[in-house]
Structures are given as structure tokens and as C-alpha cells.
Nanobody, 119 residues
Framework: VQLQASGGGSVQAGGSLRLSCAAS????????MGWYRQAPGNSRELVAD???????NYADSVKGRFTTSRDIAKNTVYLQMTSLKPEDTAIYFC??????????????WGQGTQVTVSS
């Protein structure tokens, strides 16, 4: 299984960005898709996730501003970020968990994409 994340960049405060993360390989099912972020000097933290049933969960700091969604047919998860703040600046990682035909359960991280918000 490979994860390809994209969509990071630099924006001014109040701007928007959309991240995407596509999983490829012999995937039987995906049970979890999440977005995490890590700012310099901080530990990695959950931003938002979506489980197999479609339920979503958000960090308090992004509620009302970020929206996660998925395209099941494309094994892709998205993170729409609006009203961005300088404190949203971090490297964003996607995390995907599920089952493959060949190896059973998997839990993979994307390569990380930089989001920089200037004031």
C-alpha cells in the first residue's frame, strides 16, 4: 500500500487549502482515514478523522473550519481547510488503516505535506 498526499502550500491567514491523500495497492477495505499534524517542537496531533461508517471527528481547534471527507471508490481522503490561522502551520500527515489481500491489516502514514499560514 502506498499513500500519496498533496495540496499543501503557503497562504495568508483567512485563506483556504485542500489536502488530499490517495491510497493505492491491493486494498480489500479501509477502516480508518485520518489527518494529523506536527508543528516544530510539538508532538503529532490528530486534526480530523473518518471511520469506515462515515463518522467524523475533529480536534476542537479546527471544528467549524476544517472538513474531512472521502471518496471510497478512489480510496482517497480529503481535508478542506478554511479560515486558516498561523497556528495551523505544520506538516500534515494522512494515516490510513485497513486490510490488504496479501498482508492483512495495514496502518500507513503519508509522507507529510507542509502547510504554512502567514499573518
Amino acid at each position: 500500500v502506498q499513500l500519496q498526499a498533496s495540496g499543501g502550500g503557503s497562504v495568508q491567514a483567512g485563506g483556504s487549502l485542500r489536502l488530499s491523500c490517495a491510497a493505492s495497492g491491493t486494498i480489500l477495505s479501509i477502516t480508518y482515514m485520518g489527518w494529523y499534524r506536527q508543528a516544530p517542537g510539538n508532538s503529532r496531533e490528530l486534526v480530523a478523522d473518518i471511520i469506515s461508517g462515515g463518522s467524523t471527528n475533529y480536534a476542537d481547534s479546527v471544528k467549524g473550519r476544517f472538513t474531512t471527507s472521502r471518496d471510497i471508490a478512489k480510496n482517497t481522503v480529503y481535508l478542506q481547510m478554511t479560515s486558516l490561522k498561523p497556528e495551523d502551520t505544520a506538516i500534515y500527515f494522512c494515516n490510513v488503516r485497513g486490510k490488504t489481500l496479501q498482508f492483512g491489516d495495514f496502518n500507513f502514514w503519508g509522507q507529510g505535506t507542509q502547510v504554512t499560514v502567514s499573518s
